[in-house]
């Protein structure tokens, strides 16, 4: 899922109309169904290319090129706006990127440790935590245990060499990020004018994860070529799914959404395969399904 576009973060409208008409133009044809599998697709695919330069730049190096492509053009498109914000709302948009920094960050160190379908079922229990604790149904508990099950599936208990404890823990912090992200957009949005709190929270997490990433990246973030490849997963990790979620959201309900959107765990899974050749066993693959379950049982009933 892109980072601009997850659960609890509506989309503003100002900036929905000021896409909507690029878009549908581009997209009218396509159902909302599908614009969601080509999100899902772009985002798992841009993370395919984003490991694939691990080989060549550190994580944090990658993140850094990825959110800074996505400030630029989400400062173009939107430009933030701060005239007449208030304190509050400036710490609001402060702590809504640092949030979107570390998450982004603390992903990318799991998905350099884990592989990709695993990964994400990891940072998947940030969104499913926030819908599950804002239930008040005693059923609840069922789709809670379930996708506890899938995250004990996971952990490399006796064994050595498959998963890494140290990945499995960054991949947990990034869904306290993304939850702390999801918590944090609702008051960002009530706030900033139209997009422009996300434009400005992009680029207070370029400011964030910047030390980290040139420090680790050095004279290889100037390589033409990186640059380029970097700024495509930019692109195909945030600004595209994010403008085909825009539309998708416009032409379906956001229930049904959310439980397309539920399956961007199993999305990954097949293009760890399909991209970096990671074969999942019977265990991770169970695991993936619970937390699947999990994520679409909670969105159905909610």
Not at 273 to 298: D, H, K, M, P, Q
């Amino acid at each position: 899922m892109s980072a601009e576009s997850l659960p609890g973060a509506a989309a503003p409208e100002p900036y929905r109309m000021r896409l909507s008409g690029a878009l549908r133009a581009a997209t009218g044809a396509v159902p909302p169904f599908g614009l969601v599998v080509l999100s899902i697709l772009s985002v798992q695919v841009g993370a395919g290319y984003a490991k694939n330069l691990f080989t060549q730049l550190p994580p944090s190096a990658v993140v850094l090129l990825r959110i800074a492509t996505s400030a630029v053009i989400l400062c173009a498109v939107a430009p933030p706006r701060l005239r007449g914000l208030t304190r509050d709302g400036l710490l609001a948009g402060l702590a809504f990127g640092a949030t979107l920094g570390l998450m982004n960050l603390c992903y990318y160190e799991a998905l350099a440790r884990l592989p990709l379908g695993v990964a994400v079922t990891i940072e998947f229990i940030g969104p499913l935590g926030v819908a599950l604790a804002a239930s008040r149904r005693r059923r609840d508990v069922a789709w809670v245990a379930l996708a506890a099950t899938g995250i004990a599936l996971l952990a490399p208990w006796g064994q050595t060499g498959r998963l890494s404890w140290v990945g499995i823990g960054f991949g947990l912090l990034a869904g306290l990020f993304w939850a702390a992200y999801i918590v944090t957009s609702v008051a960002v949005g009530r706030r900033f004018p139209g997009a422009s709190g996300v434009s400005f929270a992009m680029v207070v997490a370029m400011l964030v994860v910047s030390p980290i990433g040139i420090a680790s990246g050095g004279g290889a973030l100037l390589d033409p070529v990186l640059l380029l490849i970097g700024a495509g997963v930019g692109l195909m990790s945030s600004v595209i799914p994010y403008s085909l979620e825009l539309e998708a959201l416009r032409r379906m309900p956001k229930r049904v959404f959310g439980i397309l959107m539920s399956l961007e765990p199993a999305a990954a899974a097949l293009a760890g395969l399909v991209i970096l050749g990671e074969v999942l066993n019977a265990r991770e693959w169970t695991a993936i399904a619970c937390v699947v379950a999990a994520s679409i049982g909670s969105t159905r009933s909610g």
